[in-house]
């Protein structure tokens, strides 16, 4: 059980961030599509460098815990900026007729960077983890979110 605790924090913040590095080989493998979608503009090539180096960077730090509390705020901005820009559902008619379509993808892409700024949020603010074999033994415990107890298992 030793060996489970140990590593399962480092699993899931591994599953965590895993999309990210895959998303700046994207970039870089479809440059050209990927400097169409950030605009046609001198500081286009800038903005997807930038982006490349967040998506690969920060995972990295979040993964080996180094200045990873940073590094989740850097990828919590960078998924609300993306979410905001590149994932406008509410632009697209079909979304409001609740048809299939772009509005539905862009939908469901920006839910996506909702649940990674909240998965990224807590690697910034959770005071600490617990170990799995705590879960285990008290699988119906709560744990108080907000005031002076916040972070405190609720038995």
């Known amino acids: 059980m030793m060996l489970i605790n140990d590593y399962t924090p480092l699993l899931l913040r591994i599953f965590l961030v895993a999309?990210?590095?895959f998303r700046a080989?994207?970039?870089v493998v479809n440059w050209g599509a990927a400097i169409k979608q950030a605009g046609n503009g001198w500081f286009a090539p800038t903005i997807l460098l930038a982006a490349?180096?967040?998506e690969i960077l920060t995972p990295i730090c979040i993964v080996i815990g180094w200045h990873d509390?940073?590094?989740a705020?850097?990828?919590v901005?960078?998924?609300c900026v993306t979410a905001a820009l590149c994932h406008q559902f509410w632009r697209f008619s079909?979304?409001?007729r609740f048809r299939q379509g772009e509005g539905v993808r862009h939908f469901?892409?920006?839910l996506k960077y909702l649940g990674l700024i909240g998965g990224l949020g807590l690697v910034m603010l959770a005071p600490r983890t617990l170990d799995l074999s705590e879960v285990i033994r008290h699988p119906f415990a709560s744990t108080y979110v907000s005031g002076p107890s916040a972070g405190q298992v609720v038995p």
């Open 19 to 21: 999309l990210f590095p």
């Open 77 to 79: 901005v960078f998924c």
């Open 73 to 75: 705020f850097v990828l």
């Open 94 to 96: 079909d979304f409001w």
């Open 52 to 54: 490349i180096a967040v």
């Open 69 to 71: 509390r940073l590094a």
């Open 108 to 110: 469901r892409e920006f």
């Open 25 to 27: 080989l994207d970039k």
